[in-house]
């Protein structure tokens, strides 16, 4: 079985981009990213209503990281440390070599190849780093843009589970995708 290990925290860098730690100093675009509706409308979690919201978040990321049951890190363009992502592990299984890895950018930044090219990194450090054996992606079947980003990065489609969740007063799809070691 895995032994996963985020201290000290591992900084990430991809040609663009660097994967670092959030803090509290990123509480208000934490706040905006999660409180798009837009941005949130195939993220089944309530919206943030109050900076409180954000920095709980935050709190519930470093809580996964200190326990190593998961790991998130903010997106930032190299030369600007404007937080305009996360992208992370969740849904750890060290049991199975497996784990969930998951994203939300900024409205400002869809369109510009910057998720595959995080994905892509974070595949990397998955397989090599954390000696993964496979990496899921969970996503509404509607969700054509992420579905876009995973088939990119090398993710089959495994399934579609029809109205396997409730939310918001209604039964939701989910469709996984899922990439193996080579």
């Known amino acids: 079985m895995l032994d996963f290990n985020f201290t000290p925290f591992p900084i990430i860098e991809t040609e663009r981009l660097i994967l670092d730690r959030l803090t509290d100093k990123d509480v208000q675009e934490v706040f905006d990213l999660r409180s ?12 943030a209503k109050n900076h409180e919201d954000a920095l709980e978040l935050i709190r519930t990321i470093d809580e996964k990281i200190d326990t190593n049951e998961g790991i998130n890190w903010g997106v930032r363009f190299k030369n600007d440390s404007k937080l305009i992502g996360i992208i992370g592990y969740y849904r750890m299984q060290p049991e199975n070599y497996r784990a969930e890895v998951g994203y939300i950018l900024s409205p400002d930044h869809h369109g510009k190849g910057i998720i595959p090219e995080a994905v892509k990194r974070l595949i990397a450090f998955g397989f090599e780093d954390l000696k993964l054996h496979s990496i899921e992606a969970v996503i509404d079947p509607e969700n054509y843009a992420s579905e876009k980003v995973l088939q990119k990065c ?3 489609k495994e399934a579609h589970l029809r109205e396997v969740e409730f939310w918001d007063g209604k039964f939701i799809d989910k469709v996984i995708y899922s990439l193996l070691e080579k």
């Open 36 to 47: 798009n509706p837009e941005n949130m409308k195939y993220i089944p979690r309530p919206l």
């Open 154 to 156: 090398g993710f089959v």
